[in-house]
């Protein structure tokens, strides 16, 4: 299994390079995480998103796919593809922590 | 009586009627099947439509012929199904109550789920070639088109085929060089995922059959809107790909009668248990094929071996018992690659495409994810099968279950 350094702690991923266990992160870790996805600074926007990946993986055990956050996040595709661009629903998901959606097969 | 309804008589729902008819005893169950359609489509045979290769007597044939005597048959849209109730409201204003219920209504393609691709030049430039209308009209275009920017899109995962749109810029590459204007024609593959296909080593290989046969690879383009003033597809993240013909795979759906039962994902798929195909939530519905939302791909080849685990797990419900048979995610796809040759792969959940011989260990006589005549040879006779045992219920001599023996990892 493969490993990331972020603030000085080796963190496990999975196979899709995603954190292998959620509770490793936390909101700093998450900072680090978009770094490395090329997004130098998360606005509140970034939150709103990461935010509600986060609550709809807890409630349902999947992290969103992009037409669900497009409906339910709060955020249409258009800003989606802004604040994460080209995979908004998998590197949202990166940064959130959590596991590849389900969907991106 | 004790009542089994099936939702849907397409691939999966027929080959399950007729493997059920043959074992639960008549006088015990009555079986009953829904289709709004009469007529049963080939739909591996419409990418050979635009081409020359099929014609519409090639794909169609009436799906009485595959129903077993004593189905009772009902051709009605479904309105909704009343999970809770046990029972089915019928469009014909019908209702039907079960003891179990199989829902096979499948997937289909929705346009007009993204800005202006049915716009003025629908079935004019842009076409699918997903349903029968779409394959036709793409084959009258393709007879008097001198050449151009020809531009394969998919809209986004998962689709129906997965391996369908790199069978049709490869046929392509072959169709219009025998016309001799392939050095005309620039063509495009365009997807929303990272390679060319949806797991890493097939993908590569994959992508290197593109190369040698001259079509660009555009990955990670997210369609956001098709522009008809200009023919050109627009991305989320603003990039623009301009075409002369768009050969779109637009977003695939279940079923609406899903969304009004309120069983369905955003996308109307059923959440469905990937090892047992049972609806979550019920201890009384199965569902099989393009209707589920497994991580499995959406194709006949899953259907088939979905429908031997059905089989087997149904027989044990009806009985009290817990399912056992487990479903391991197994598809195996012929990929035409034009020229009289094919690539063949088989796959799982946990196991990507790996080359190697198939279904005998060392012998084949198919190769693995490699280009030989005999694998096109395996898809020509596929047809055959199709009519005449797979979709009877009949065993086919693969197992159902992915088998490691003659893999190369």
Same mark, same amino acid.
């Given at each position: 299994?493969?490993?990331? #350094?972020?603030? =000085?702690?080796?963190?496990?991923?999975?196979?899709?390079?995603?954190?292998?266990?959620?509770?490793?992160?936390? #909101?700093?870790?998450?900072?680090?995480?978009?770094?490395?996805? =090329?997004?130098?600074?998360?606005?509140?926007?970034?939150?709103?998103?990461?935010?509600?990946?986060?609550? #709809?993986?807890?409630?349902?055990?999947?992290?969103?796919?992009?037409?669900?956050?497009?409906?339910?996040?709060?955020?249409?595709?258009? #800003?989606?593809?802004?604040?994460?661009?080209?995979?908004?629903?998998?590197?949202?998901?990166?940064?959130?922590?959590?596991?590849?959606?389900? =969907?991106?097969? | 009586?004790?009542?089994?309804?099936? !939702?849907?008589?397409?691939?999966?729902?027929?080959?399950?009627?007729?493997?059920?008819?043959?074992?639960?005893?008549?006088?015990? @169950?009555?079986?009953?099947?829904?289709?709004?359609?009469?007529?049963?489509?080939? /739909?591996?045979?419409?990418?050979?439509?635009?081409?020359?290769?099929?014609?519409?007597?090639?794909?169609?044939?009436?799906?009485?012929? *595959?129903?077993?005597?004593?189905?009772?048959?009902?051709?009605?849209?479904?309105?909704?199904?009343?999970?809770?109730?046990?029972?089915?409201?019928?469009?014909?204003?019908?209702?039907?109550?079960?003891?179990?219920?199989?829902?096979?209504?499948?997937?289909?393609?929705?346009?007009?789920?993204?800005?202006?691709?049915?716009?003025?030049?629908?079935?004019?430039?842009?076409?699918?070639?997903?349903?029968?209308?779409?394959?036709?009209? !793409?084959?009258? *275009?393709?007879?008097?088109? $001198?050449?151009?920017? !020809?531009?394969?899109?998919?809209?986004?995962?998962?689709?129906?085929?997965?391996? +369908?749109?790199?069978?049709?810029?490869?046929? +392509?590459?072959?169709?219009?060089?025998? /016309?001799?204007?392939?050095?005309?024609?620039?063509?495009?593959?365009?997807?929303?995922?990272?390679?060319?296909?949806?797991?890493?080593?097939?993908?590569?290989?994959?992508?290197?059959?593109? %190369?040698?046969?001259?079509?660009?690879?555009?990955?990670?383009?997210?369609?956001?809107?098709?522009?008809?003033?200009?023919?050109?597809?627009?991305?989320? %993240?603003?990039?623009?790909?301009?075409?002369?013909?768009?050969?779109?795979?637009?977003? &695939?759906?279940? %079923?609406?009668?899903?969304?009004?039962?309120?069983?369905?994902?955003?996308? &109307?798929?059923?959440?469905?248990?990937?090892?047992?195909?049972?609806?979550?939530?019920?201890?009384?519905?199965?569902?099989?094929?393009?209707?589920?939302?497994?991580?499995?791909?959406? +194709?006949?080849?899953?259907?088939?071996?979905?429908? %031997?685990?059905?089989?087997?797990?149904?027989?044990?419900?009806?009985?009290?018992?817990?399912?056992?048979?487990?479903?391991?995610?197994?598809?195996?796809?012929?990929?035409?690659?034009?020229?009289?040759?094919?690539? !063949?792969?088989?796959?799982?959940?946990?196991? $990507?495409?790996?080359?190697?011989?198939?279904?005998?260990?060392?012998?084949?006589?198919?190769?693995?994810?490699?280009?030989?005549?005999?694998?096109?040879?395996?898809?020509?006779?596929?047809?055959?099968?199709? @009519?005449?045992?797979?979709?009877?219920?009949?065993?086919?001599?693969?197992?159902?279950?992915?088998?490691?023996?003659?893999?190369?990892?």
């Amino acid at each position: 299994m493969s490993t990331v #350094e972020v603030l =000085g702690k080796q963190l496990e991923l999975d196979a899709d390079g995603n954190l292998a266990n959620p509770e490793d992160w936390n #909101e700093e870790i998450a900072k680090e995480l978009a770094k490395q996805e =090329g997004i130098d600074e998360l606005t509140e926007r970034h939150w709103m998103v990461i935010n509600f990946m986060r609550k #709809e993986y807890q409630e349902k055990g999947d992290a969103p796919s992009i037409r669900k956050l497009t409906k339910q996040s709060g955020v249409d595709t258009k #800003e989606l593809y802004q604040l994460f661009p080209k995979g908004p629903a998998k590197k949202a998901a990166r940064i959130a922590g959590l596991p590849k959606p389900k =969907g991106c097969i | 009586m004790k009542k089994l309804v099936i !939702l849907g008589a397409g691939t999966a729902g027929t080959m399950m009627l007729n493997k059920l008819s043959n074992v639960l005893e008549k006088d015990e @169950w009555q079986i009953t099947i829904v289709d709004q359609y009469e007529t049963h489509y080939y /739909q591996p045979g419409f990418l050979f439509i635009p081409f020359n290769i099929y014609n519409k007597k090639d794909v169609i044939k009436p799906k009485r012929d *595959f129903f077993p005597t004593g189905t009772e048959v009902i051709i009605s849209e479904i309105d909704k199904i009343e999970p809770g109730k046990n029972r089915v409201l019928l469009k014909n204003n019908k209702v039907l109550s079960y003891d179990y219920l199989i829902i096979a209504t499948g997937s289909k393609v929705k346009p007009e789920e993204t800005e202006g691709m049915k716009g003025e030049l629908w079935y004019k430039n842009i076409f699918d070639f997903y349903t029968i209308e779409g394959a036709l009209a !793409l084959q009258s *275009f393709f007879k008097h088109w $001198e050449g151009g920017k !020809l531009v394969l899109n998919i809209t986004e995962m998962p689709i129906k085929c997965p391996v +369908a749109p790199l069978e049709f810029v490869f046929l +392509a590459d072959w169709f219009f060089t025998e /016309q001799g204007i392939r050095d005309k024609v620039d063509i495009h593959f365009v997807t929303p995922l990272p390679g060319a296909f949806t797991k890493p080593r097939a993908a590569s290989i994959l992508g290197d059959f593109l %190369d040698k046969k001259n079509i660009n690879l555009t990955t990670e383009f997210n369609i956001a809107k098709v522009d008809n003033d200009n023919k050109k597809i627009v991305s989320w %993240d603003e990039r623009e790909i301009p075409f002369d013909v768009l050969v779109t795979i637009p977003t &695939n759906m279940g %079923d609406e009668a899903i969304e009004r039962s309120g069983m369905g994902d955003e996308l &109307n798929f059923i959440p469905t248990d990937k090892h047992t195909l049972m609806a979550k939530g019920y201890d009384n519905i199965f569902v099989i094929g393009d209707a589920t939302d497994l991580p499995s791909s959406k +194709a006949g080849s899953v259907a088939h071996f979905e429908a %031997d685990i059905l089989f087997e797990n149904f027989l044990d419900v009806i009985e009290g018992r817990d399912p056992k048979a487990k479903f391991d995610g197994h598809a195996n796809c012929f990929i035409e690659s034009g020229f009289g040759k094919g690539i !063949l792969i088989d796959f799982n959940y946990d196991t $990507e495409p790996l080359p190697g011989k198939f279904p005998l260990p060392g012998v084949g006589p198919f190769s693995l994810l490699e280009e030989t005549k005999m694998n096109h040879y395996g898809k020509v006779m596929f047809r055959w099968m199709y @009519w005449n045992s797979l979709i009877k219920g009949q065993e086919l001599p693969i197992e159902s279950n992915m088998s490691m023996a003659g893999k190369r990892l």
